[in-house]
Nanobody, 121 residues
Framework: QVQMVESGGGLVQAGGSLRLSCAAS????????MGWFRQAPGKEREFVAA????????SYADAVKGRFTISRDDAKNTVYLEMNSLKPADTAVYYC??????????????WGQGTQVTVSS
């Protein structure tokens, strides 16, 4: 079982930046692929970004490529999502996800409770 707590969400103007953090409970954090998903009102949850268990590879949704960066700090059991050039379309609840696989699957095993990101125009 992995418990995760997201933080860093909030209200920001279009063009601004935010950094989300996801702190995981387990000391075996490095054994999990990690990622971020988001869900906007009235829409299905969608993939945003993921980093492999090794930290070597990462992947991004087309909508955020070039603007968002995912990283992990295994010493702190934390994964980050740096979000730049934010758009109103990025408004959503952002969820941290974890899975014991090498690469994060489309349906990860563990989820955080979510943090709200609101981008005003």
């Amino acid at each position: 079982q992995v418990q995760m707590v997201e933080s860093g969400g909030g209200l920001v103007q279009a063009g601004g930046s935010l950094r989300l953090s996801c702190a995981a409970s387990r000391r075996t954090f490095r054994s999990y692929a990690m990622g971020w998903f988001r869900q906007a009102p009235g829409k299905e949850r969608e993939f945003v970004a993921a980093v492999s268990r090794s930290g070597i590879s990462s992947s991004y949704a087309d909508a955020v490529k070039g603007r968002f960066t995912i990283s992990r700090d295994d010493a702190k059991n934390t994964v980050y999502l740096e979000m730049n050039s934010l758009k109103p379309a990025d408004t959503a609840v952002y969820y941290c996800a974890a899975d014991p696989s090498m690469i994060l699957p489309t349906t990860p095993t563990y989820w955080g409770q979510g943090t709200q990101v609101t981008v005003s125009s």
